[in-house]
């Protein structure tokens, strides 16, 4: 039987525009959001056992010299990639030492240093991961560049042509995004606009304008995890907050099924949510507050349905009707989201954690939603993996 895992200690920074902070490089990221991260917890970085360090731009064994910022005791220190969930598979693997027997505390730490505008590839002297899903979408729609968008703002288009998806319906997810990034001192961009401002905005790739996609931007955060023994020992299970439920999933044979939305993970992410509501005996109608990868407003729509807000088909009706946002049946990205926090890849995932974490203790501030007793976490990389998490406080 797998061992229980708690997440202690959160830590992370302001997300910023690429290059805002003068001198500030990914060591200091790192060190800002692990001491951060430490403190939360009350320990000290000579009790975590193994870290797991994400980044996606990077030379290799940057984990070990972001978090040599913190100590230098000889732990295994694992760098992870996988694109856009690199926090949240740093996170897993950190949960998965834990539930395994092999750590009793473990951290996990992402970070990103980006250039300002568009990702752009590193390496062209050799095989994209993402060249099969490109050459299937292209079967679909017409390529334009850079593919980020055009990639979700396709699976947008197709449900518009499926379901009768409107442009509004997106533009609101936008509206709602920015407005809950007010209150968030973390997020990037903490600006509230009405819903004409993001319809009128730059056109990127219909239906999505430039104040329905998230930014480049620098940033880390941190997580600690550990056993249940550790959490007694250490008197922490005030303040703790168990994941009862995680799952990772990669691409299915589904993936090239001739639809747009399963080429950029539709499929994924049902089928990870699955795992997790059976892990956790928990269903979406248990959660209080979900922070979702809304790298694009097209797919926080798709994510409705994909983690079972709502049927196939519905999550426009969901949206006119205000049920992902205060006073609704769910409060979807309290911090602002991707769109407006800012999207550091290596980072995300662990700040979704953070968020989600202070909103179970009650430490959110004026973000906080009321009475919540679970939290759901969803973060995708495309080429591809999905992790989707569910907590609970340890003191229930």
């Known amino acids: 039987m797998a061992n229980k895992v708690y997440v202690v200690g959160v830590g992370m920074t302001k997300f910023e525009k690429p290059g805002r902070r003068e001198g500030w490089d990914y060591p200091q990221m790192a060190k800002e959001s692990g001491t951060n991260a430490l403190a939360d917890a009350g320990i000290s970085y000579d009790e975590v056992e193994q870290a797991y360090v994400g980044y996606v731009y990077g030379e290799s064994t940057s984990g070990q010299r972001a978090v040599y910022e913190l100590g230098m005791s000889g732990i295994p220190i ?16 950190a949960a998965e030492a834990i539930r395994g027997g092999r750590a009793d505390c473990a951290l996990a730490l992402g970070f990103e ?11 062209d002297d050799r095989e994209q991961p993402m060249m099969n899903h490109i050459q299937a979408l292209v079967e679909l729609y017409d390529p334009v560049f850079p593919p980020a ?36 001192p973390y997020a990037q961009f903490q600006d509230e606009y009405t819903l004409q401002d993001i319809l009128d905005s730059r056109e990127v790739y219909s239906p999505l304008t430039k104040l329905q996609c998230s930014p480049t931007s620098d940033g880390s955060g941190a997580v600690i995890v550990a056993s249940e023994s550790f959490v007694d020992s250490h008197g922490l ?9 995680q799952a990772m999933t990669t691409d299915f044979k589904s993936t090239f099924d001739g639809t747009a939305r399963n080429v950029i993970g539709y499929d994924m992410n049902v089928q990870a ?46 949206i006119d009707n205000n049920e992902t946002t205060y006073g609704g049946k769910w409060v979807v990205n309290p911090s602002g989201g991707l769109i407006s926090k800012g999207h550091p890849l290596g980072a995300t995932g662990l700040a979704q954690c953070s968020e989600l974490t202070w909103q179970l203790r009650g430490a959110a501030g004026k973000r906080q939603v009321a009475d919540v007793n679970a939290a759901l976490q969803h973060n995708i990389g495309l080429g591809g993996a999905a992790v989707v998490t569910a907590y609970q406080p340890a003191e229930r």
């Open 78 to 93: 694992v760098n992870v990639n996988n694109n856009c969930s690199t926090g949240s598979t740093a996170l897993y693997l």
């Open 113 to 123: 240093k980006m250039q300002p505008g568009s990702l752009g590839t590193t390496y």
């Open 273 to 318: 949510a699955r795992k997790v509501y059976e892990q956790s005996a928990l269903g979406p109608e248990d959660f209080q507050v979900i922070e979702l990868h809304d790298c694009f407003s097209a797919n926080e729509l798709l994510l409705y349905e994909a983690l079972g807000l709502c049927g196939e088909g519905e999550a426009g009706k969901l």
């Open 237 to 245: 299970a005030a303040r703790a907050v168990e994941i009862v439920g």
């Open 149 to 184: 968008p055009w990639m979700f703002g396709a699976a947008g288009r197709e449900h518009m042509a499926t379901y009768g998806t409107t442009v509004e319906h997106f533009a609101k997810i936008g509206e709602k995004n920015h407005r809950h990034s007010v209150n968030n």
